[in-house]
């Protein structure tokens, strides 16, 4: 699995691991915390437990942020995938592509081959904004699940404004945004009031977008601005074009120049 942080990668991994029952054991490993020794240690204590325990199902090793593994850890567990004897199936979460970190000497060459025979990229949540309901909906059973509170979903307006937000911290942001809600909501249904602030700020402005400046043409501009005064004069004056003159101070010559020029009869 490769995507941006928070993009949702280890629940991806943990759905596809779990979809069918019963579901074998798997092992979540943090690599970015590990050296060459614990990685060992850790993969070959597991794998032994799974082996006693006789499952029809193979386990699973859950290699969290791989592309951060140390290089002596990468070389380790490079040699432990091409042995054949771990008896566990891998799954891995990386940030960047392995073969792309590998072509730029970053990775190790076979393990990045080892570990990319069948790649998910998950793109940031911004670019999937239609998932977003669904999230939303699984998130609130997660929290109802937790005992207490049962709420049954989401009002089309709280949905709404869940969509409009960009989420630039992607899925664990959405995460988050739905336990204050399932927390706040009075029930059933979590309104819009219930969603954090940062969401009803983000529809706020998304309703009322700042207006554009209009561009302003001095000479149209003045030009209009004049033909009003001439005819404010003209109606105050009841048709005088004399009286309109030295209303705007202007010679009666003049005056009538300037009616010609803007075509006032």
Not at 140 to 168: H, M
Not at 192 to 210: F, I, M, S, V, Y
């Amino acid at each position: 699995m490769s995507g941006p942080p928070g993009s949702g990668r280890e629940y991806i991994a943990r759905a596809i691991h779990y979809c069918d029952a019963p579901s074998p054991p798997l092992a979540p490993l943090a690599c970015n915390l590990l050296d060459a020794e614990l990685l060992e240690s850790t993969i070959t204590s597991f794998a032994a437990s799974c082996a006693e325990l006789q499952i029809e199902r193979p386990a699973a090793l859950l290699l969290l942020e791989v592309d951060q593994l140390p290089p002596d850890a990468q070389k380790t567990l490079a040699g432990i995938l091409s042995s054949g004897e771990l008896g566990v199936r891998t799954v891995a979460t990386a940030r960047r592509s392995l073969t792309e970190l590998a072509a730029h000497d970053h990775f190790r060459k076979d393990l990045a081959c080892a570990l990319s025979t069948l790649v998910i990229h998950v793109p940031p949540l911004a670019d999937r904004l239609t998932d977003v309901p669904l999230l939303a909906q699984f998130f609130l059973e997660r929290c109802n699940a937790g005992g207490g509170k049962q709420l049954s979903g989401f009002t089309a307006e709280a949905l709404d404004q869940l969509v409009a937000y960009p989420w630039p911290e992607n899925v664990d942001e959405l995460a988050e945004a739905v336990q204050a809600s399932h927390a706040a909501a009075a029930g059933p249904l979590v309104q819009p009031g219930d969603l954090p602030e940062k969401l009803r700020a983000t529809a706020d402005a998304d309703a009322h977008p700042p207006r554009a400046d209009d561009t302003i043409v001095l000479p149209q501009f003045l030009a209009e601005i004049e033909k009003e005064l001439l005819q404010r004069a003209l109606r105050r004056t009841k048709g005088n074009k004399a009286k309109a003159a030295r209303l705007l101070g202007l010679t009666r010559a003049r005056f009538l120049r300037r009616l010609q020029h803007f075509g006032i009869e």
